[in-house]
Structures are given as structure tokens and as C-alpha cells.
């Protein structure tokens, strides 16, 4: 079966020839010249074309859609891609150059939740070369080398692909200029500087020394890592990201937002940022080790309902911080109910009174968990135009852009070539377990042999055809006939032996 699924799968990838360039796009403010910047990206699959007939809004939306790149869809690929109805799944071709680390991918479209695929995938080698030297001066090309990192990222859009887009594009550009700084640091075994040099004549670059206060206990030096400041550049550079989908949302039509799951491969460590509901485990020698939590409504209440309780202005006096087990009705005044605030764990009983008939912060359990009656998602990129239904009240001061990065040493284990890291969007997770994802890594890496490339491409095939299901009864159903995933699904299965490392 699963041979025939494989085939099926083939024949539906196109392997068309090279696409044509992408236009050109917004890039960071201060983009490094040619010669030091990292390799220019190769176009990502053109657009369907519409026709000539069709109003210019028509047009200009249905040139919005487009695919990651290094899937090499052709036009006809591409319009296969986009069809709800056979859904098929869609993988890099066998007779293109393979990703990275010969990592596999696989994503298929939504059964028709949204008019095209709104997630987006990268892969990318990026050559970082320093910003100065430790001692202040302008690193000259002579002096060290720069750092080459790998780079994965799934961006699962909403409410419109344009963020998705624009952050597949450019995160990794950001995650660039911020290791800028740390080519020479990271380099060095020794502690990194409390300070960096200030080039001379720049602003706060004068002598304070006299601002220095008499030593005290507080003179001591906190001690500070080396993968801790990777961690800090890979925020920041999710900070920025956010701040600049801000600045060009209107110029660039960057609409919705998109929750981002990033991978970054450095000096023998995987860096795992996520920010929204989109998840990472390693499957290692059978074992499963997660490497991110979803953020959501209800992993996030107490920071959701602190932020309400110290700045009650942005609930907008229709909404109410505290959390009830149900909508309160007016007849209910008086009452004593169940409720929890930000500092509560557990259940407790207060009296009901006028303001707590306001609709709450947050809302429902599981999927359909809300923030302010609006969206199930609580850290991501974009949304920076979302607000209340029929409201002028925004969301966004809710919504937090900053990941939370696990770090995985991979040089502290001797990986065998079925040890995996699997990103998925939540279409992949909200029917599958962790469990089964890791069964699933078992069934199809042991029916490949071990220095069989395609073999990560197949498991990601076999991960999202396992989640999207089989079209029967009107809808899309898994073997135990329960409604299989109706979301976009997107899947990135990474070796964890990297490259070189499998006979």
C-alpha cells in the first residue's frame, strides 16, 4: 500500500524545469552588499496565472499565491498543488538537488478552509561573515572566517498567506544580521565580553567612567554562555521580523499573521524557536523528546490575564479578565460562581457582579480556545491589523512575536541515520500523537536502507498522507474513520546525523 501511495505521489510531483525569477521583494533596511551577503535565493514556484479577463484584484490576489521554492513546481504543478479537491501531497522532486542535510518535506493544501495553502517552508544554508572585531575595529577579510549555519522554518499563515510569505522569505536574513555581532565570540572558547567596543564618535561613546558607582554586591558578573546569545540573536531577530511586517503591511499587502517554527543548526547545537501551535519532537533510538510546547489561549492564560489586569484599557471595558467556567447570565448577579484570575492555578468562588457579564479574555477549551472571542493562537508574526468582530478594539498588544527556544547538543549523542527531528504544522498535529509520528518514523525508515537519501522525503510523505487521511463520505477520514486533518499540513523530517555523517 504504502509503495502505491509512493508512486501516486511521484506522479504528482512535477519536475519541471527551473522556475522563473521571483519579483523582487521588501528586504531588511541596510541589506549587506553582494559581496558579503549569503547566496541569493533561488525563485519560488511562479504563481498560476489568471486571466486576461479577470478584474485587477482578482489578478493581483491570485498572483499572491505561491510555494516554497525548492519544491520546482512547474505551472501545472502548481495549479495541482492548489486543489482542495485531490489534495495532493506535494514533495521536493527526485531529480532536483536534494535539502540539506538530504532532509524530506512534504505539505498538502487545506480541504478548502482557505482559498489557497497559507503555510510557507524554507530551507536554507546562510554564510554569516563578522560585523567587527571583539577589539572594536572592522574585521578585515583576512582576519578569521565567518560561520555558516543551516536553517529550517515552517510559517503556518492566517487570515491571509501574506505574513507566512514575507517571513519564509526574510527571518533567516534577520537571524543573519543579528549573528553579525557574534562571529568572533562564538569562536572563541573564551567567556564572551560583558561589552562590545563602541566605534569611536558614535553616541554613548564618551568617557562615564564618572558614572560609575563604589563596588557593591551587585558588581558581580552574571555568567553568560555562548548558546545563550544565539538564543538572544534568534529572538531578537523574531522582534525585528514583527517590527518590520509593522512597517510594510500596507505598502507590501502583508495581511494576516503566521505562527513560525524555526530550526537553526550552529556549531554542533539545533536551535528549535517556536512561536504558535505549530510543533518539533526528536525521535531518537524510539524515544521521544519534545522540542517545543504550542502557545495558545490556554497555555498562555495567566500571561493573557496578567496583561489584562495591569492594563485594563485594552479590554476595552467589553471584556473582562477573569475566567469563568461558562458565560455568566444577568440573572446570575449575586451569585456565588467558580472563577480564576492571572495568580491562579486552581478553582475558586466569588461573588458575580456587573463587570463580570463582560465577555471573558479567554474563552473555550482545546481548538477552540479564543483570545478575545477571535483567535487561537497566542505568539506568532503579523496581525497587526486583526481586531475584535465588529470592534475597533485590538488584538495585537495580546499577541507576543518573541519564540521560546529549546537548544539540543547533538554532539552529547552518537545519532543513528533513524534519529529524526519532525516540524509540523498543527494540520499535522491536531490528528496525530507523538506517539504515532514516532511509529510512523519506525515503519518507514526501517523499510529504506540507512544511506538511502529519499528515505526522509517518504517519511514526510507518509506523515502528512497519515494526517490528511483518505477522501470517503463526503470528507477526508483516517483508517479508524475519524475526520482526517482539514488544515494545510506541511512537514519537514530532519536527519540528525547532518551532513557526511552516513556511510
Known amino acids: 500500500m504504502l509503495n502505491r501511495v509512493r508512486s501516486a505521489v511521484a506522479h504528482l510531483v512535477s519536475s519541471g524545469g527551473a522556475p522563473p525569477p521571483r519579483p523582487k521583494s521588501p ?4 541589506a549587506p552588499s553582494a559581496q558579503t551577503a549569503a547566496p541569493p535565493e533561488a525563485p519560488r514556484s511562479p504563481p498560476a496565472r489568471a486571466g486576461s479577463s479577470a478584474p485587477a484584484k482578482t489578478v493581483e490576489a491570485r498572483a499572491s499565491f505561491s510555494r516554497p521554492t525548492f519544491l520546482q513546481l512547474s505551472p501545472g504543478g502548481l495549479r495541482r498543488a492548489d486543489d482542495h479537491a485531490g489534495r495532493a501531497v506535494q514533495s521536493p522532486p527526485d531529480t532536483g538537488r536534494r535539502l540539506p542535510w538530504s532532509t524530506g518535506y512534504a505539505e498538502v493544501i487545506n480541504a478548502g478552509k482557505s482559498r489557497h495553502n497559507e503555510d510557507q517552508a524554507c530551507c536554507e544554508v546562510v554564510y554569516v561573515e563578522g560585523r567587527r572585531s571583539v577589539s572594536g575595529a572592522p574585521r578585515e577579510p583576512s582576519q578569521g572566517q565567518g560561520l555558516c549555519f543551516y536553517y529550517w522554518g515552517l510559517f503556518d499563515g492566517h487570515a491571509g498567506g501574506g505574513a507566512a510569505e514575507m517571513a519564509s522569505r526574510l527571518l533567516h536574513r534577520h537571524i543573519r ?14 567567556p564572551p565580553p560583558l561589552c562590545l567596543p563602541s566605534t569611536p564618535g558614535a553616541p554613548g561613546s564618551s568617557d562615564a567612567s564618572h558614572l ?20 538572544g540573536a534568534i529572538e531578537n531577530a523574531f522582534q525585528f521580523m514583527d517590527e518590520q511586517m509593522a512597517r510594510e503591511r500596507r505598502g507590501h499587502q502583508v495581511e494576516g499573521g503566521c505562527c513560525a ?19 518539533a519532537i526528536i525521535v531518537r533510538n524510539g524515544e521521544i523528546i519534545p522540542m517545543s510546547r504550542e502557545f495558545t489561549p490556554e497555555t498562555e492564560r495567566q500571561r493573557l ?26 440573572k446570575e448577579l449575586g451569585q456565588r460562581m467558580l472563577y480564576r484570575d492571572q495568580n491562579m492555578t486552581g478553582w475558586a468562588y466569588k461573588k458575580i457582579e456587573l ?5 471573558p479574555l479567554v474563552c473555550g477549551e482545546g481548538k477552540k480556545a479564543r483570545v478575545m472571542a477571535t483567535i487561537g493562537v497566542t505568539r506568532g508574526l503579523g496581525d497587526h491589523n486583526l481586531k475584535v468582530c465588529s470592534s475597533t478594539l485590538p488584538i495585537k498588544p495580546f499577541l507576543s512575536c518573541f519564540p521560546e527556544v529549546r537548544v539540543y547538543d547533538l554532539t552529547q549523542y552518537e545519532h543513528c541515520p533513524d534519529d529524526v527531528l519532525v516540524l509540523g504544522t498543527d494540520g499535522l498535529w491536531d490528528v496525530t500523537s507523538d506517539c504515532e509520528v514516532a511509529a510512523t518514523v519506525d515503519r518507514v525508515l526501517s523499510a529504506y536502507e540507512p544511506n538511502d537519501a529519499s528515505r526522509y522525503t517518504a517519511l514526510a510523505q507518509a506523515l502528512v498522507l497519515g494526517a490528511r487521511g483518505i477522501p470517503r463520505d463526503r470528507g477526508w477520514r483516517l483508517p479508524n474513520n475519524k475526520l482526517g486533518s482539514g488544515d494545510d499540513i506541511s512537514v519537514f523530517v530532519i536527519p540528525l546525523g547532518g551532513p557526511g555523517s552516513y556511510s
Not at 27 to 30: E, K, M, S
Not at 178 to 186: H, R, S, Y
Not at 212 to 228: L, R
Not at 355 to 359: G, I, K, P, Q
Request: charged share 25%; net charge negative; proline share 7%.
Open 27 to 30: 528586504d531588511l533596511p541596510n
Open 177 to 190: 544580521e543579528q549573528l553579525k555581532d557574534l562571529v568572533e565570540i562564538l569562536q572563541d572558547p573564551s
Open 212 to 231: 560609575v558607582g563604589p563596588q557593591s554586591c551587585c558588581s558581580s558578573q552574571k555568567e553568560v554562555t555562548h548558546e545563550s546569545l544565539v538564543v
Open 261 to 279: 517554527l524555526v530550526v537553526v543548526y550552529l556549531l554542533g547545537k539545533v536551535y528549535v524557536a517556536n512561536a504558535g501551535d505549530s510543533r
Open 305 to 330: 490575564q496578567l496583561l489584562g489586569f495591569l492594563k485594563p484599557e485594552l479590554l476595552g471595558g467589553e471584556f473582562t479578565h477573569l475566567e469563568f467556567p461558562r458565560r455568566i447570565q444577568p
Open 355 to 359: 463587570e463580570d457579564l463582560r465577555f
